[in-house]
């Protein structure tokens, strides 16, 4: 059974400031995925990521993939207010089937 | 392009009521979903299609039924409602491309209360 953590569960950070969001999954997976939500709202669509050592950045957000440890990070560099938001990542389970974590609620202080 | 678009928005039913949430999408995606979301339980599937007249189960079946007669559409049916289905349903489609779907497009939800 495929099963997906997210760590940590709740993160405050102060503006400027670097962190990472840990994903780890139990079993073989090439397809990972990271969604935004903000509070209230629908799910966004951050970074697909489809094969072993892929990276992919977008403006203070990085996300890499490392399927031999089954581990993605998602990869804050300076931190602003505007990323405040709840961030999921999800693991294919067989072709058509998706497990998300738990989500890690983040907050930028200013 | 609308999207995804989901009603109603809210609803509240009594337990054993039956009642079914609507779900369109306007970008001829392949693949959609259903999902509820509880709270400190990330989202999790219901029901998947990967297109006209082809539905299987997700990780939470139990108590729904789904059908997709179009691409364009894939209701969900609670047939008697429960408290513990009390949730947030959000529906997702996708387009499919070399065996697997590509990221997914999330409708703006559901919030449903059964009493």
């Known amino acids: 059974e495929l099963k997906v953590e997210q760590n940590p569960l709740f993160l405050s950070m102060q503006e400027g400031k670097n962190y990472t969001i840990y994903c780890n999954y139990s079993t073989t997976s090439d397809r990972l995925y990271w969604y935004r939500q903000d509070p209230g709202k629908s799910l966004e669509s951050l970074f697909v990521l489809l094969s072993n050592g892929a990276v992919k950045q977008e403006g203070r957000l990085m996300a890499s993939l490392d399927t031999k440890a089954r581990l993605s990070t998602l990869h804050i560099t300076a931190a602003v207010h505007d990323l405040s938001a709840t961030y999921f990542c999800a693991v294919s389970s067989g072709t058509y089937k998706y497990i998300f974590g738990t989500g890690t609620r983040l907050k930028v202080l200013a | 392009n609308a999207g995804v678009t989901q009603t109603p928005k809210f609803q509240v039913l009594k337990t054993g009521q039956s009642m079914t949430l609507q779900c369109a999408q306007d970008m001829n995606h392949e693949y959609m979903s259903w999902y509820r979301q509880d709270p400190g339980m990330g989202l999790r599937l219901i029901h998947y299609?990967?297109?006209?007249?082809?539905?299987d189960q997700g990780e939470v079946p139990n108590g729904y039924n789904v059908s997709r007669s179009t691409t364009e559409d894939f209701p969900l049916r609670l047939l008697s409602a429960a408290p513990s289905q009390t949730s947030v349903y959000f529906c997702?489609?996708?387009?499919?491309?070399?065996?697997?779907?590509?990221?997914?497009?999330f409708g703006p939800g559901t919030r449903l209360t059964v009493t």
């Open positions: 299609s990967v297109g006209a007249g082809i539905t």
């Open positions: 997702a489609s996708s387009p499919l491309g070399g065996g697997y779907s590509y990221e997914q497009y």
